[in-house]
């Protein structure tokens, strides 16, 4: 795996999302996989609108080289950074997102519950991601959204959004919009 991380890479890795499985056990399993890189770990459970406002916890996302947001409950990490200190640091990191918690960082997210379009934190307006669904639900979230450009990520693929979306990993991504399929390989906001 090219990650670009050696021992001068500072890494945080924020638990937000898995307020309700257990942040520790989840920071764990981050760093067992970064273990091998040797980078500087560092880890903020943030699982709280008062942690999102802690000035230690927005130091250390902000001093970070990559912040990894772990999976959970989407609708909570939403929740706890939108409108904090917190949040507006995620804004300007270079993230790595783990399965649901990309979902959030759009203008619009995919409410996890039954597939519709709410209001995401905006950092990028240009497409909505999601983890899949049923094909029921599917179906459903493609119809609400216009048009709009959905990107789909699958346990084994990963994108990367820098002003360009580029595909890391894209054994199981479903790229679409309208219903069609679409390639994310050449899709950037310059479009």
Known sequence: MATGLNSDSRVCVVATAAAFRGARAAIDEVNDVLAPFEAALSAV???????????????????????????????????????????????????LCIGSTGSVLGATMIDPRGGAPTTGLGFFDDAVVCVPASLEQSVRTRGLLAGQLLIELGRRSAVVFDGHWRVVSGEDLEVSRGGDGVSLAEFSLEE
């Open 45 to 95: 459970a943030a699982i709280d609108r008062a942690s999102a406002d802690d000035p230690t916890v927005v130091a250390a996302v902000a001093s970070a080289d990559l912040v990894v947001l772990v999976d959970g409950a989407a609708l909570h990490a939403r929740s706890v950074w939108r409108h904090s200190a917190l949040g507006v640091a995620l804004a300007h990191a270079p993230l």
